[in-house]
């Protein structure tokens, strides 16, 4: 007799998993859905876009995963409201979006830079009762800096600080480019409110090259005192935290002259979908994963068995 708890119907010891659905269809949503299929704690029961003939929806139907074209209109027409809703369109969507979702007490995790909601850092910040309902990932590049850019300002008293990220053209898509303002705008007000400093500075570049450049953001911070091999070991207790879920974080630079402290980071893709190079689109996922993930913890919507499909 198999000693495999039977995980298709919750019992005392088992609780249903969160159910989530997708807004968004494009390479983030496509890889987004891979990474929930995956995920012991996420029941994906819809994904929603508009476009009838996008890879995304037909990518969601070879899962098993009801999808649909009709966009916002599709998850509020559902039965009952999902626990979590991850939005991975555009800024100005995700503002149309949330006024519709608010009501529904809906978790709302923002894959875009629209800076409405509770911006998240999951090691740096975590999801709390405070998160509230609306949390706002920032941007790949806020992912990719701020673990470095708080441990560094914590433990030293930086005076500058500039973070200057690259994508590869081929894998910034329409949204991305649309939202460019905002990335800009959100990425900021996240490095000044995690770090402490007020004159900061970030910069996204789109790099045309081939092959494809592999996403890399550089952190620049002017740090008056600061101690190489300190400095060193900060980052690279930083950078640990986020490899416990996006394990292509890396830090390849870590330079202190003067009072010039330089940190470059490169993000490789652990995707099923995505390119290597596309770890932009990557680190952002895994952590709208592990934030849902959490966020299933604290309700008590956790799977507690090896598999709930």
């Not at 390479?27 to 929603?48: E, H, P, W, Y």
């Not at 037909?58 to 649909?68: C, I, K, N, Q």
């Not at 070991?233 to 974080?249: K, L, Q």
Request: proline share 6%.
């Amino acid at each position: 007799m198999s000693l495999t708890p039977d995980v298709t119907t919750p019992g005392p010891d088992l609780v249903a998993p969160a159910t989530v659905a997708v807004i968004g269809t494009g390479a983030i949503g496509q890889d987004l859905i891979s990474k929930i299929d995956r995920s012991r704690a996420l029941d994906c029961r819809l994904v929603a876009g508009r476009n009838p003939d996008s890879a995304g929806l037909r990518h969601a139907e070879r899962f098993g995963y009801p999808a649909s074209a009709a966009g916002i209109d599709a998850i509020l027409a559902a039965e009952r409201p999902f626990d979590i809703v991850f939005d991975a369109t555009n800024a100005a969507s995700h503002r149309h979006h949330w006024r519709l979702l608010e009501p529904l007490g809906t978790l709302v995790v923002d894959l875009t830079p629209s800076g409405v909601g509770h911006m998240v850092v999951p090691t740096v910040t975590g999801v709390g009762v405070a998160t509230g309902r609306n949390v706002n990932l920032i941007s790949c590049g806020g992912q990719a800096s701020v673990p470095i850019v708080h441990a560094l300002a914590t433990r030293f008293p930086a005076t500058y600080i500039e973070v200057v990220s690259t994508v590869a053209s081929t894998i910034a898509g329409r949204a991305t480019r649309l939202n460019l303002d905002e990335y800009v705008a959100t990425t900021e007000h996240a490095v000044t409110t995690y770090s402490g400093v007020s004159a900061v500075k970030a910069i996204l570049n789109i790099s045309p090259a081939v092959p494809p450049a592999t996403f890399r953001t550089a952190v620049h911070a002017r740090i008056p005192g600061a101690d190489p091999a300190a400095v060193r070991a900060t980052v690279d207790e930083a950078a640990a935290r986020v490899r416990s879920f996006a394990p292509g974080y890396a830090v390849t630079a870590c330079t202190v002259v003067d009072d010039r402290v330089t940190v470059a980071v490169q993000v490789l893709a652990h995707s099923d979908v995505l390119p290597h190079y596309a770890g932009n689109l990557d680190i952002i996922n895994s952590a709208a994963v592990m934030v849902a993930e959490q966020h299933a913890a604290a309700t008590g919507r956790t799977v507690r068995a090896e598999a709930h499909r």
